[in-house]
């Protein structure tokens, strides 16, 4: 049973990757802010429970790599610091700096919850500080059109893309996302380049 279900998850993630992309303009910065993220750890080219945890106790990410959950496929593709906001009642952020993902998500046919949301991150900046609350403000949440954020609200079977905006406290640091509280997450090690 477990064969058939890789089997299948391996295959949504090809035809998703073969019908789908991302502009680059979801993940981009203007020239006139050259903000943009250097990743710092590296991780195996398929997000994998086998992998050793981290310090944190979650697995290593990386962008762009599908991670299976459940019977779904999230790929955080890429993300950036403090683009400038295109909703016309955009705020500056609260925490200090917003950190916006560029994602897609797969249901599988058991889901009904898409985990990949605001809700689910953790951010632990440079101070040692952990985020926990906090990381979805009203300023993140009016930051974008509501178009083109990643829907909180699918349904089995389902697929989406869009942006998530983190409220943060500084642009280095730890992204931890916990689809399940009970079982280690996924981490990606990040810093601004400088």
């Given at each position: 049973m477990r064969t058939g279900s890789l089997f299948t998850?391996?295959?949504l993630v090809l035809l998703t990757a073969s019908a789908c992309t991302v502009a680059p303009s979801d993940v981009s910065v203007p020239a006139?802010?050259?903000?943009?993220?250097?990743?710092?750890?590296?991780?195996?080219?398929?997000?994998?429970?086998?992998?050793?945890?981290?310090?944190?106790?979650?697995?290593?990410?990386?962008?762009?790599?599908?991670?299976?959950?459940?019977?779904?496929?999230?790929?955080?593709?890429g993300a950036v610091f403090d683009p400038p906001c295109t909703e016309d009642s955009s705020r500056a952020p609260e925490n200090g700096h917003f950190l916006v993902l560029s994602t897609t998500v797969d249901l599988g046919q058991h889901d009904g919850v898409n985990a990949l949301n605001s809700f689910g991150f953790k951010w632990i900046g440079s101070d040692g500080a952990t985020m926990s609350a906090g990381l979805y403000t009203n300023a993140a949440r009016f930051c974008f059109p509501l178009g083109e954020i990643l829907p909180a609200?699918?349904?089995?079977?389902?697929?989406?893309?869009?942006?998530?905006?983190?409220?943060?406290n500084s642009t280095s640091g730890t992204l931890m996302w916990l689809p399940d509280a009970t079982q280690p997450g996924y981490e990606w090690a990040i810093a601004s380049a400088q």
């Open positions: 998850a391996a295959l006139e802010q050259p903000i943009a993220i250097a990743p710092l750890n590296t991780a195996p080219e398929q997000a994998s429970d086998a992998a050793p945890l981290t310090a944190y106790g979650n697995h290593p990410a990386s962008f762009g790599v599908p991670i299976d959950f459940e019977d779904s496929v999230a790929v955080v593709d609200a699918m349904g089995p079977g389902q697929h989406g893309s869009g942006k998530i905006v983190l409220d943060v």
